[in-house]
């Protein structure tokens, strides 16, 4: 036993020793990729044809290094000009498979203390560039990873795969993340990278995030001269059939909503999340008639909505309890209930769960706690709550466990001045490496 241990200590100074020897070359890694424009077309107000092909791009670069790491590539291409990356480096066939999920596409450039979003800056030690921190510096980590085990001839029991996906800030994941799982590239379990490190607390990992819906409501109104208010909604005027603002109806909904909200501080829990934590937050209000003119009543207001939920619920169940509460409310307004009120279920991200006390959890939570609090971070009990969605959600409706744990700082992600510690690539390679060897073996 003590002769097993001691290769197991040698193996683990091989292979850090392999990772800060490579730690220069996973920041190029680094620069390079944050050089190449792969903003998602889809982001709002992006002119798609600008960044065309950029996600494609990225990921080519990045496939060559990971070839040049000793891993195999292939790719998926769900949608032209928007090509996945797989890197699968082959155990025994003897262990469980180990994939590390990482999304190759940035929001969109944002006006900042640097001139050139794509040039990276490095100051001390944080560098700073679209991307960095969400999630490219993960790319880096990752290579790192891999190319520490290929130096020191380290053959995994089971495969090692790295799916770089494209369209995770648009949650397009049919043409990212699960494309790529139905293109037959499964594993075991996934680790994702996505930023979880910030200040004294590093390398968070999280088992669970709360779900989302992005919605909107249309209120309908009766267009009419503004100097007709008085007899629109004053005893002895014509009431609605003389017009009827749709700012005010809209507010009747409103109000509506906001007791649903309230309501789901009591009835929305978690045995993960604080009490309060599920929340419908009305983003936008826009009404007119067409055009922006004050002389009118408003015939139509839209209001558009973000909630999170809980994990245990579906987003079907979530969209039919809007649906009835607000349907309920409109039931008792005579306008209301003639002219419906029009819901638009634009994006969902389903919660993501993956059982805190699973064989997987223990072992990534130990590899945590080692890298980690050699950093001066305090060792974590259990996993914690993830702080935004990431492509777990996708891989756990497979039935695949999920975890969330990488060396980006949450605060500064879609940010005009992105940046990330340098210093957290190399840990974060050395977590990856101690979750493969105690998930995969070897």
């Known amino acids: ?146 190319k520490a085990l290929n130096d020191v001839g380290v053959v995994l029991d089971g495969d090692l795969h790295i799916h770089s996906v494209v369209g995770e800030e648009t949650m397009s994941h049919g043409l990212g993340t699960t494309a790529v799982l139905d293109a037959g ?16 607390d590093l390398f968070r990992l999280a088992n669970t995030a709360a779900g989302n819906y992005l919605f909107s409501l249309t209120v309908r109104g009766k267009s009419t001269h503004w100097a007709s208010r008085n007899l629109a909604i004053r005893a002895g005027g014509g009431g609605d059939a003389v017009g009827v603002n749709a700012i005010d109806k809209g507010f009747y909904i409103y109000s509506a909503m906001r007791q649903l909200e309230e309501q789901w501080a009591f009835t929305k829990k978690h045995p993960q999340f604080p009490a309060g934590a599920f929340i419908i937050h009305p983003g936008v209000l826009h009404a007119d008639i067409g055009f922006a003119a004050a002389p009118y009543f408003p015939d139509r207001a839209r209001f558009d909505y973000l909630l999170s939920f809980p994990p245990g619920e579906t987003s079907e169940q979530i969209r039919e309890e809007i649906e009835a509460h607000i349907n309920a409310a409109a039931a008792l307004d005579p306008w209301l209930a003639a002219h419906p009120v029009e819901f638009e279920w634009i994006d969902t991200w389903p919660p993501a769960y993956t059982d805190p006390s699973s064989d997987f959890a223990r072992i990534a939570l130990d590899a945590r706690n080692t890298v980690a609090t050699a950093l001066g971070a305090p060792s974590l009990e259990a996993p914690q709550t993830n702080g935004a969605q990431s492509d777990a959600s996708f891989y756990e409706a497979r039935g695949i466990p999920a975890l969330v744990c990488g060396p980006g700082n949450l605060l500064v992600a879609h940010s005009a001045d992105e940046f990330v510690d340098v210093n957290l690539i190399p840990a974060a390679a050395s977590m990856i490496v101690r979750t493969a060897l105690g998930w995969c073996g070897g």
Request: proline share 4%.
């Open 1 to 146: 036993m003590g002769s097993t241990n001691e290769n197991a200590t040698a193996r683990l100074e091989a292979l850090d020793a392999a990772i800060l020897e490579h730690a220069q070359e996973a920041e190029r890694l680094l620069i390079d990729l944050v050089a190449v424009p792969s903003v998602n077309p889809l982001q709002p107000g992006v002119d798609a044809e600008t960044y065309a092909g950029g996600e494609s791009r990225a990921n080519e670069l990045f496939g060559e290094w990971l070839r040049g790491a000793g891993m195999e590539t292939q790719t998926v291409e769900a949608e032209t000009g928007r090509a996945n990356l797989v890197g699968i480096r082959r155990g025994s066939g003897a262990g469980r498979s180990l994939g590390i999920n990482a999304h190759i596409d940035t929001v969109a450039p944002q006006s900042g203390r640097f001139e050139n979003p794509w040039k990276a800056e490095r100051i001390g030690n944080l560098l700073y560039g679209l991307g960095a921190t969400d999630m490219k510096a993960a790319h880096a980590a990752a290579w790192l990873a891999v």
């Open 185 to 200: 590239f499964d594993v075991d379990a996934v680790l994702i990278p996505e930023p979880t490190s910030s200040g004294a």
